[in-house]
C-alpha cells in the first residue's frame, strides 16, 4: 500500500508560480509511474503531467507544456510540480497519484483509471 501526501498549492495572481509536492509514504525500491491529475468543478479529471522514476523523459498534457515542470528527488519518493505563468484556466483540485511499483508511464499516463494510488488534493486557484 502506497501512501500519497500532497502539500502546496493556493490563490496566486494570472502570471505567478506555485509548486506542489506529492510525498510517498510507504518506501519502494522499485520504479513506477507517477503523475498530477486535475479536475476543474463541472470538468473532466486531465492528466497534467507524469515521470517514470526510474528516468527518461516525462510527460506533459499540451496545454501545460512550457509552463509546467514535473521532477522528482533523488530518492525517488517525493514527486513535484512547478507550475509557472499561472492562468486562471489553471484553476482546479490537483491531484498526485502512483501506478503499483514497477509500472511504467506510456502512451496512457493520462488515464486515471490506471493509476492505484491518490493523493488527497490541493486547490489551485488563479486569478485575473
Known amino acids: 500500500q502506497v501512501q500519497l501526501a500532497q502539500s502546496g498549492g493556493g490563490s496566486v495572481q494570472t502570471g505567478e508560480s506555485l509548486k506542489l509536492s506529492c510525498a510517498a509514504s510507504t518506501y519502494t525500491n522499485r520504479n513506477r509511474c507517477m503523475a498530477w491529475f486535475r479536475q476543474a468543478p463541472g470538468k473532466e479529471r486531465e492528466g497534467v503531467a507524469a515521470l517514470y522514476t526510474g528516468g527518461g523523459s516525462p510527460y506533459y498534457a499540451d496545454s501545460v507544456k512550457g509552463r509546467f515542470t514535473i521532477s522528482r528527488d533523488f530518492a525517488g519518493d517525493t514527486m513535484f510540480l512547478q507550475m509557472n505563468a499561472l492562468k486562471p484556466e489553471d484553476t482546479a483540485m490537483y491531484y498526485c497519484?502512483?501506478?503499483?511499483?514497477?509500472?511504467?508511464?506510456?502512451?496512457?499516463?493520462?488515464?486515471?483509471?490506471?493509476?492505484?494510488?491518490w493523493g488527497q488534493g490541493t486547490q489551485v486557484t488563479v486569478s485575473s
Open positions: 497519484a502512483s501506478r503499483p511499483p514497477g509500472s511504467v508511464c506510456g502512451q496512457t499516463w493520462s488515464a486515471g483509471g490506471t493509476y492505484d494510488y
